[in-house]
């Protein structure tokens, strides 16, 4: 850690220092990140995804702080967190994200900052701000934020009812450079929200990606909206997206269908107080034959357990984010009508040359 980083982190842990006291400290010229090396990109050539071991791909690096541009902050990041976008990010899939910093940078001469020959990952963090750009106004050095990975231009009118549709949407941390696993990160103003002050760094820090994603997924009016008395079903119901989506499910007053992989992972749900948990690997659900065809007898038998906990309802709403591994059976178990939230394909994005029938 450099001399000037030091200082940095002692002011913010002091608890003492001010905005003015932060501005006053020089800005690290360098900084210690998480990378990964455009030269390597091939690593893993030939290798199955499940294979892949990003402790051959990741780095830590001490490498140059980027200056903050326009509507852009620097924030010393307390904390940060792992999710799958940093796992497809170390083990450059589905494409290297080095092909989504080289398009970033032909946006502006600004962006030419991303194309790197290292990758910074990381989509989620939670800091302290300690430099910003012109024009933003409603945050300023010294305040405790929390940094959500939507990183968008808002300027062109597709996005302003949905910030997702904006052509310059990107996801920091993964289309982005100067992500969270590093000391120093750059944001977009757009990005940061206040700490809540009741949460640790670091639970701040664990929240923001799968949160909103799920929000979006089932709460928005860009998701499925979900209401009293629907019936949804969850895939992996105890990682961060399924947890979140238990929490909106049940606050919601619909009723979660919980798919998890363990009996301590099914007693965590009950704990929360859903009441439909199917254990998959204690019923052995096969929804790929061996020859690569779709199971469809299996998708049946899953089905027919569904119907059985919920009294021969099928669900109104599937959850999906596993992918190649679960899609053609969420498809095949939603009620005629249902609707299908899908994001993440964490089992791969690949499904199927063929569509199975659905009865």
Not at 6 to 21: C, Q
Not at 137 to 159: I, R, S, W
């Given at each position: ?17 001010t905005g003015d ?61 792992i999710n799958f ?275």
């Amino acid at each position: 850690m450099s001399s000037e980083m030091k200082a940095v982190l002692d002011a913010i842990l002091s608890g003492k220092a001010t905005g003015d006291d932060l501005v006053g400290l020089p800005v690290p010229k360098t900084m210690r990140a998480v990378t990964t090396h455009k030269d390597e990109i091939g690593m893993f050539d030939g290798i199955a995804s499940r294979d892949k071991d990003p402790r051959h791909s990741i780095h830590v690096d001490e490498v140059p702080v980027p200056e903050p541009g326009p509507n852009e902050a620097l924030v010393a990041v307390m904390a940060s967190s792992i999710n799958f976008n940093t796992v497809w990010t170390s083990i450059f899939e589905p494409i290297p994200t080095f092909q989504f910093l080289e398009r970033a940078a032909k946006r502006s001469p600004w962006d030419k900052r991303h194309n790197l020959p290292y990758h910074i990952m990381g989509s989620d963090a939670s800091g302290v701000i300690v430099r910003t750009g012109p024009g933003v106004t409603l945050f300023k050095p010294g305040d405790e934020v929390t940094v959500h990975c939507n990183y968008v231009d808002m300027q062109a009118p597709d996005g302003h009812d949905d910030s997702m549709l904006d052509p310059d949407q990107r996801i920091w941390g993964f289309e982005t450079n100067f992500g969270g696993l590093a000391e120093i990160s750059l944001v977009r103003a757009n990005q940061l929200m206040p700490k809540p002050p009741h949460l640790t760094w670091e639970e701040a820090a664990s929240m923001p990606l799968v949160n909103s994603t799920a929000y979006r997924m089932l709460v928005s009016h860009n998701g499925c909206q979900i209401k009293q008395g629907d019936i949804v079903l969850i895939w992996g119901a105890v990682g961060g997206l399924g947890g979140f989506a238990i929490q909106y499910t049940l606050n919601a007053g619909a009723f979660p269908i919980c798919v998890v992989s363990s009996e301590d992972k099914a007693r965590l749900c009950r704990t929360v107080g859903a009441r439909w948990v199917i254990d998959r690997n204690a019923e052995g659900y096969h929804f790929w034959s061996e020859d690569g065809s779709q199971n469809v007898a299996e998708m049946r038998r899953f089905g027919k357990k569904i119907r059985e906990l919920t009294g021969g309802e099928d669900p109104d709403v599937v959850y999906e984010h596993p992918g190649r591994e679960t899609f053609a059976a969420s498809v095949f178990v939603a009620r005629p009508g249902g609707q299908i939230v899908t994001c993440a394909s964490t089992s791969g994005t690949i499904t199927s040359t063929t569509t199975a029938t659905c009865g």
